[in-house]
Each structure stands twice: as C-alpha cells, then as structure tokens.
C-alpha cells in the first residue's frame, strides 16, 4: 500500500485542481482507508472531473487486474475491477468472445466501465455495459462487502451501476460476453447530408446494422451544414481471431499551439474529411473500428496546453430533430469549433442503472479546446438547448454543468442518493451535489 499526494488529470486535463492522495490497492481483502473522502479510480479516462478527488484521497485500482474465471462455453467473465478492456480483449477475442459493450477506447477498466455505465455503437441493440453485468462484489467504507446481482442487493447494485465509484469500491465483475467469428467487421460507409437523411439512415440501419454511428460536420454552415458520414457494421462471419490490428501506434510528442484547432483549421480538415473518404463498403478489423483513438498516443495534446471539454447530451426522438440542429447553429454562429462530433441514435433497452445516461433518443458528442469565458457560455447555451427538449447530460464527459442541470438530467436521482457511501465523494459530486 502506498498514499501520496499527486496530481492527477482527467483525459481533457480540465479543471486542473488541488493535488489528491493517491492509495494504490493491490488485493481484493485490503482494508480502505479512513482518508476521505474517498474515489476509486481506474485509467482516469472520464473527461471531466468524475475521476478527479482534490483534496480527498484516490483510490488507486489499476493493481487489481486479475482474471478470476474465464466460461469459454457460454462466454462469462469474472475479472477484479481494474482490469482494462485492452487487457480483456487479448483473451476474449482469440477464443471467439467480444465484449457485448464497447466505448470509444480500450482504456478503461471494467469498474469505470461500470461507473459510467458505457455505451458503445450497438446501444440500439445491447443497451450499455450495465446491462450486461451479472454480480459484482462492493466494498463500503463500514468494512462490510455485499456480493450484488439482480436478485442479491439488488438496490445497490443498481445504484452502482451508472453510480460514478460513489456507493463503494468495486473489487470485481461478472459480466456476458458477444459470440464473435471473426476480429473483423464488414464495414458500409454512407455519406449524408443534414440531420433528416442522418435520421433515416439510423431507422433504415436498426435492423440490418448491429453497429451504427457518424461523425458529423459540426463546423460549416450553409449547404455543409451538418453533413456526416453514417458508418455500419456487422461482425464478420469468418476470418482470424487476432485482437491486435498489428499497425504501429503513432504519439504526439507535445501541446499543440492553442490555433491549430480553431475554426478555419477545423473547417479545412472537415471538408477534406468529408470528401476523401470514400462511400461503399470495406472489411476492416475492431482495432480501427471501434478504437480510432487509441492508435495516437496522447492525443489529448491537439487541444493544447489548456486542454479540452466534451458535451454529450441525448435528447428525445420527438424534438431530436430540432434540438440536433439547434445544437449545431449554436456551435457555428459562436465562432468555435468541434473536432471531434459524434451522432449516435440510441435504443430503447433499459439499463439497471439509477444514473445511467443513455436513454432513448439522439446523442451527439461535441469537443471544445477550452478558451475560457467565451468556451463555457457556448457550453451553457447547448444546456440550455438540451433541457429545452427534456434531455440530459453525461456526467462522465463533464467538467462544468450546473446543479440544476444534473438534477433535471437524472429524475432517478432521489432514488440514488440512499446508496451513496457518505466516506465517498468526487470533484463532480461536490460541484453538482454539494
């Protein structure tokens, strides 16, 4: 066991804040410790400050990374909460299992995943990782270690689901696999042009298409404005099992000046984007589908020294239309820029979750390199657009929402508070909780 005190960053490096300690757990059995508050924390791939604890203690987990058992038959998997999906993949994947949700990265462990309740590009199939979860095992801060499933503490299991580390420390998981053939996707690639053909692309692909999602232009007006790329994918009915793509991954070395992702940059790159990549289809292995970013090392260091925010939100299918565009207008009529914009339409499976984000309706992913005053206002007007039309905001993408916000995101929230361990807290909790 070790505590230090350390700074510690989110993957947007924003807010930077006072340093925590840091108690490193290596076994299951240990004793927390008394230093609250207290917050587990993983890879620290939460944008914002959901993973950030200033001034309290960490809870450091990436130690407890064992495989404990491993049903090749019926595909579940038992692992401590630190293990990453990157490490899981290099199992699973040669026996012919992938897991039944994916985020954008392989870097996050599966107590994170658990946390956060992920969602990957199968939600109008799989619904999130939380669905997925058969038991875990939490400890809290009286000492007492609950062994939670759907029909044993079925409360707090459903509490910690979705529950940002806050009802205890989660030492491990038991979760259901997806049955693959192949490490390979067979991949369709269609270009559209404003949020109606986006929205009759995802209808017309719910069925025929296990994996959707698309980036958008979230940079241009006029005739470009809210193009995209619509991708779709199945998993491939033959072909090698490897886990790894084999391609060499690239790294950026330092912090880009703060213009390199302002908008005329932006805008340049999401017409050459736009126009070069080329419609049809191609087979193309899970690494560079379902990972993009992991093949660039640091690539948090675009966005420059003062880092980055990202805002998802979901809205209603019934005012999704309207909202989406809302959401874009603002963006193009502020004068920033998004690099990174992702819609995805997500389906109607529930998740056990008290605080999970994904519900039915559009989500749409939007970064900002942070500038500042003129950053959050447009920030606080894409809010305000949001819970116009009754959506919500995802915690672990955030850094600066309102309490008034994360009340109306979450209308299961009174429920959830008799869960929360009271020798826990986070940076995100104090700022939207108190």
Same mark, same amino acid.
């Given at each position: 066991? *070790? ?41 620290? #791939? ?6 950030? %604890? ?40 040669? #026996? ?19 946390? %956060? ?13 939380? &669905? ?11 000492? #007492? ?6 029909? /044993? ?30 490490? =390979? ?19 017309? /692909? ?13 940079? #241009? ?11 779709? $994918?199945?998993?491939?009915? %033959? ?16 912090? =880009?000046?703060?213009? &390199? ?8 790159? %999401? ?36 880092? =980055? ?23 193009? $009529? /502020? ?15 529930? *998740? ?15 970064? =900002? ?66």
């Amino acid at each position: 066991m *070790s505590a230090a005190a350390l700074e510690r960053l989110s993957w947007g490096r924003f807010p930077r804040q006072s340093a925590a300690r840091v108690h490193a757990l290596h076994w299951r059995d240990e004793v927390l410790p008394a230093a609250a508050p207290l917050l587990p924390r993983g890879c620290g #791939s939460s944008y914002g400050d959901s993973c950030l %604890n200033a001034g309290g203690t960490l809870l450091d987990t990436t130690r407890l990374d064992r495989l404990i058992a491993f049903d090749r038959t019926r595909g579940i998997l038992r692992c401590e909460a630190g293990a990453t999906f990157e490490q899981l993949l290099d199992v699973i994947v040669p #026996s012919g299992w992938f897991l039944p949700v994916s985020p954008g990265t392989r870097r996050v462990t599966v107590a994170g995943a658990i946390a %956060n309740d992920v969602h990957g590009k199968n939600h109008h199939r799989a619904g999130t990782f939380g &669905a997925h979860v058969r038991a875990l095992e939490l400890v809290r801060s009286d000492g #007492s270690r609950l062994e939670c499933s759907r029909a /044993s503490h079925a409360e707090i299991f459903n509490a910690t689901i979705g529950g940002l580390g806050l009802t205890g420390l989660v030492t491990w998981a038991e979760f259901d696999l997806r049955r693959i053939a192949s490490a =390979f996707l067979d991949v369709e690639t269609v270009r559209f042009h404003g949020v109606d053909e986006f929205l009759a692309l995802s209808r017309e /692909s719910h069925e025929r298409f296990e994996h959707t999602v698309a980036w958008v232009d979230a940079a #241009s007006r006029g005739r470009a404005f809210a193009r995209g790329l619509f991708m779709r $994918a199945n998993h491939a009915e %033959n072909g090698p099992l490897a886990p790894r793509s084999g391609k060499h991954r690239l790294a950026i070395p330092f912090d =880009f000046p703060a213009l &390199a992702l302002s908008r005329l940059p932006v805008r340049a790159f %999401n017409a050459v984007h736009f126009h070069a990549t080329r419609p049809g289809s191609a087979r193309v292995h899970l690494e560079p589908f379902f990972y993009p970013l992991d093949a660039i090392g640091h690539w948090n260091r675009m966005y420059g020294r003062r880092g =980055f925010v990202q805002h998802q939100c979901v809205v209603p299918m019934g005012p999704a239309p309207e909202a989406v565009r809302a959401l874009l207008d603002a963006i193009t $009529a /502020s004068g920033e820029a998004s690099f990174l914009s992702v819609l995805k339409v997500f389906g109607d499976r529930p *998740s056990p979750g008290m605080l999970s984000f994904p519900r039915p309706g559009v989500t749409l992913a939007l970064d =900002f390199p942070m500038r500042g005053e003129r950053t959050l206002a447009l920030l606080e007007r894409l809010d305000a657009i949001v819970m116009e039309a009754g959506g919500a905001i995802y915690p672990a993408k955030d850094a600066r929402m309102s309490r008034e916000t994360f009340r109306r995101s979450f209308p299961r929230l009174a429920e959830f508070l008799p869960h929360v361990d009271a020798a826990f807290s986070s940076s995100f909790w104090r700022r939207v909780h108190g």
